[in-house]
């Protein structure tokens, strides 16, 4: 079997205002609520806002809020409010900063994938087991699925989405809006020959392929991108639906295949971004802790109160990003309330920093030519290592894949 499957894609009738519509993805400005509390007011009562679960949210009357969830993506189908494409669909995210992604909308196999496991589909940043019950508990009730993960292919010789995008005006265009709050813009055509495409990324990825690039022939097809406990969710989700399955159920089952946009790591405005991280609760002690702590010929920068201050870090970005992460979490747990969270954008963290009375902890930037020998080897990078773009430019809801019967 494929490791990628034909979908049956969802997407919103011409009717639909899609600027309300789509909305950014749950895991963004998770210290900054009057973002959200500022896109509630505005989305009105059809958006992909009230069948996903802001992580902002996530401590205040949870299960209510799962419950309408899952009865408003119920009610939406109900309603007619969908149209149905059987295909992929090529995607054109332009954004605020003049940047543009390309992607292709698809879905792939979750028995390819374990977090755990060297499979086709590999896991590029530690998963953090503590974050998965309450997305789990989002998840294993909900008949629709959206997304906001991103796949990394290796195609260097740009040989599968871009030739695509070149012939986009003989594709029938499906959608195209700008996006609420400084998302830039986003325009869907549909692809009618994906066994076509499944058939060269098969090829791409095939054994001799891959020993040629990496030195081994180990499956690796697609790399997560964005979204890696997003979709070990859907993993863990599966595994436990498909014990109450027959054998012939499991096969086809909507469930088993998880959507996705697949981006090719070598699109030139694929820019890998560092996930900044500001530390609550801590002061200069913090500050001293960590200069004492980090070694190495690099720098990087922590401010405090609008004061800068450097720290020595490894010269390789993967291992520094361990290094500065490892220290954290060693800390964390020495001063009561301390707590971190993960910013994308200089500006921002150090809004939230100053906001908050935290330290912000400047990152470095993660080498994207480096990713796939460096995940080829088995290793794994440091959870929010790194970001593709900033904030506003991740992946914003747009279509739908229904998972279960309602």
């Not at 076509?196 to 081994?216: F, P, T």
């Not at 609550?280 to 913090?286: D, L, N």
């Not at 361990?322 to 500006?347: C, M, R």
Request: aromatic share 8%.
């Amino acid at each position: 079997m494929s490791i990628i499957k034909v979908p049956k894609i969802l997407i919103p009738k011409d009717n639909i205002d899609l600027k309300k519509w789509a909305v950014i993805a749950c895991d963004q400005f998770t210290s900054q609520r009057d973002y959200w509390d500022k896109l509630d007011d505005y989305c009105g009562e059809i958006s992909t806002l009230r069948i996903t679960y802001p992580e902002i949210y996530l401590n205040e009357d949870r299960d209510n809020r799962i419950k309408k969830i899952n009865s408003t993506m119920k009610k939406y189908l109900q309603s007619d409010i969908f149209k149905a494409v059987d295909g992929f669909i090529l995607t054109v995210r332009t954004t605020k900063y003049g940047r543009k992604r390309v992607g292709l909308v698809i879905s792939f196999d979750l028995e390819q994938y374990d977090y755990t496991k060297q499979l086709a589909v590999r896991a590029t940043e530690a998963t953090v087991p503590e974050r998965l019950p309450v997305r789990v508990k989002i998840r294993e009730k909900a008949c629709l699925e959206l997304p906001h993960a991103l796949l990394l292919l290796d195609d260097s010789e740009k040989s599968i989405i871009e030739p695509l995008y070149e012939n986009r005006d003989k594709l029938e265009k499906l959608y195209s809006t700008e996006l609420n709050n400084d998302g830039g813009s986003i325009e869907g055509y549909k692809v009618e020959n994906p066994q076509e495409i499944i058939a060269k990324i098969e090829n791409l990825c095939s054994g001799e392929n891959l020993k040629k690039k990496y030195g081994s022939d180990k499956p690796i097809t697609f790399a997560v991108g964005d979204g890696n406990h997003s979709i070990a969710t859907a993993k863990l989700c599966w595994d436990s639906l498909k014990k109450t399955l027959s054998p012939e159920e499991r096969a086809n089952h909507p469930a088993r295949f998880c959507l996705c946009e697949l981006v090719n790591l070598y699109e030139e405005d694929l820019i890998f971004e560092p996930i900044h991280r500001v530390v609550f609760g801590v002061g200069q002690e913090f500050i001293d802790y960590m200069q004492s702590t980090l070694k190495g010929k690099e720098t990087i920068i922590l401010n405090y109160n609008g004061k800068d201050f450097e720290c020595k870090v490894d010269k390789n970005s993967a291992v520094a990003i361990g290094q500065i992460q490892g220290a954290i979490d060693k800390y964390l747990p020495t001063v009561s309330g301390a707590e971190q969270d993960y910013v994308h954008g200089t500006n921002h963290t150090l809004d939230v920093a100053k906001e908050n009375n935290g330290v912000a902890v400047f990152m470095p930037k993660l080498q994207k030519s480096d990713l796939f020998k460096y995940i080829s080897t088995g290793k794994i990078l440091t959870r929010k290592s790194f970001s593709m773009g900033e904030a506003e430019e991740k992946r914003y809801y747009l279509e739908c894949k229904q998972i279960k019967e309602i």
